[in-house]
């Protein structure tokens, strides 16, 4: 089983992150949500946004890379939109990392130094009709990624499920989006495996 870092969204350390969390435990894995608002949680993407803005981009990403300074380093990083920035970053850059899983995110790998670690696997997750994940370069970065690794499942359509942990993150000032596939526990540990790439994959069951 793996140790995991989740870094949520941007509307906060929301239920739907903590939902999250609670099926891996249950699946059998350790996972740490480090809470990068600080207690702040938001009703709308909208004040979600006007918070990491006041806050600052850098120091959110700053307060994931120091959450996971005191954990081991044998990590699997997972982050959702917003929680992309620190997952990838410590992912690329963090020796001994285990893995990363990127949700409706992904940036160029020249943007934390240029290169993917040899060995750590990693899997993108977005969907083929976001606008903003489809238009501003998060699915042509995804792809030049996994081209070289593992596995990127890319789902047909935009649209959010009642039970998604929240809505994606605006990046490049983004408006609001929602796009979140359904991630089972199950699908998690396949996740952590080899397998073929996928492109407009269903749901997972």
Sequence with gaps: MAEVVLYHHAQGLT???EAFAAELRQAGHAVH???LYEGHT???LEEG???AMRTGFDTLMERGVTAAGGLADTLVYAGFSLGVMPAQRLAQTRARAKGALLFHSCFPVSEFGGAWPVGVPVQVHGMDADPFFAGEGDLDAARALVRRLLTAVIRPGCGQPAHAPG???PRRNRSRV???PTVTAGWWQAGLAAEPVRSGAGRPG
Excluded: N, Q, S
């Design 178 to 180: 929602r796009a979140w």
């Design 42 to 44: 938001f009703d709308t």
């Design 49 to 51: 946004i006007a918070y």
């Design 33 to 35: 949500v480090p809470d």
């Design 15 to 17: 239920k739907g992150v």
């Design 167 to 169: 809505p994606r993150f």
